[in-house]
């Protein structure tokens, strides 16, 4: 009878072949791959899953293909599907850190569209302004009572749906953002936030310049990685939303700095964000 560690290992050894399969075939099939390693195409599509999340394999209908490698990043379809339960409970939790008469920024990243969506799901606000370089997140929140979007500015940039560019300086240089909520491609406490393209990263900064607060929107799998472009060092940081796989020692480290870590519960324990008024008490430090 075989345990559940040899099964782990027969697993990995499966995963190992079909991303090498992937890489030099450039695409594969579940019913193909099903029939020569003799499991369920269930058993297959959790493998294309777990290689999905590691970068390996790009999911497709049917099968998986290569990831395109002169691509610095991920498509934003790609990159929304990844880590989708840590990231709606981060946006669920910054979403609550919002207090209603405030003007937000939210980045272009997948997380910030969760938090959006969560905002979008409290339908009382009474005056909040939201200046977002996203397109999706521009189109989740519009026609919202109580919520009026900005868009800076610039050119379109496909692969993440945002708007970059130096145009958009025009609008961030004159408006004050009480909280800046940004997600990231990478973070580590010597690098800070950063992006995989200097053009977003670029757009960013200007984002954290107009900020008095800026808050990361960080899922544990970008901890301890550095991205191309840093946007935003640590000691500029004011909070980090992040999930309870978060590295401890990092965490510990923010904190120590001063830096306000908020952890995501399970969706279950997570309220729905309410109109929060400036008096009011502000989100607890979850500890890991």
Do not use: Y
């Amino acid at each position: 009878m075989e345990t559940g560690d040899h099964r782990e290992v027969f697993a990995r050894e499966r995963q190992q072949h079909i991303a090498r399969s992937v890489e030099e075939q450039g695409r594969v099939r579940v019913t193909d791959l099903a029939e020569r390693f003799a499991v369920s195409e269930v058993t297959i599509r959790k493998d294309l899953r777990t290689l999905e999340t590691e970068g390996r394999v790009v999911r497709a209908h049917g099968g998986a293909l290569a990831p395109s490698r002169s691509q610095p990043e991920r498509a934003f379809e790609i990159r929304e599907r990844l880590q989708r339960v840590e990231k709606d409970r981060i946006g669920a939790a910054a979403a609550a850190l919002v207090i209603d008469g405030e003007s937000i920024a939210l980045d272009a990243s997948t997380t910030a569209l969760a938090m959006a969506r969560h905002l979008r799901a409290h339908s009382h606000w009474v005056h909040l302004t939201v200046i977002t370089n996203g397109l999706r997140i521009a189109s989740e929140l519009a026609g919202v009572r109580g919520i009026t979007v900005a868009l800076p500015g610039g050119f379109v940039r496909w692969e993440a749906l945002s708007v970059v560019g130096p145009l958009g300086g025009g609008l961030l240089e004159k408006v004050n953002i009480q909280k800046a909520f940004m997600g990231a491609a990478g973070f580590t406490l010597e690098t800070g936030l950063s992006d995989a393209t200097d053009e977003e990263a670029q757009m960013k900064r200007l984002i954290v310049a107009s900020a008095s607060e800026v808050v990361g929107l960080v899922d544990h799998t970008k901890w301890g990685r550095a991205a191309f472009s840093t946007f935003c060092p640590s000691d500029r940081l004011t909070a980090i939303v992040t999930d309870d796989d978060a590295p401890a020692g990092m965490v510990n480290e923010l904190r120590q700095r001063r830096v306000m870590v908020h952890v995501a519960p399970d969706l279950e324990k997570t309220p729905s964000p309410g109109i929060r008024r400036p008096s009011g008490s502000t989100a607890l430090e979850t500890p890991l």
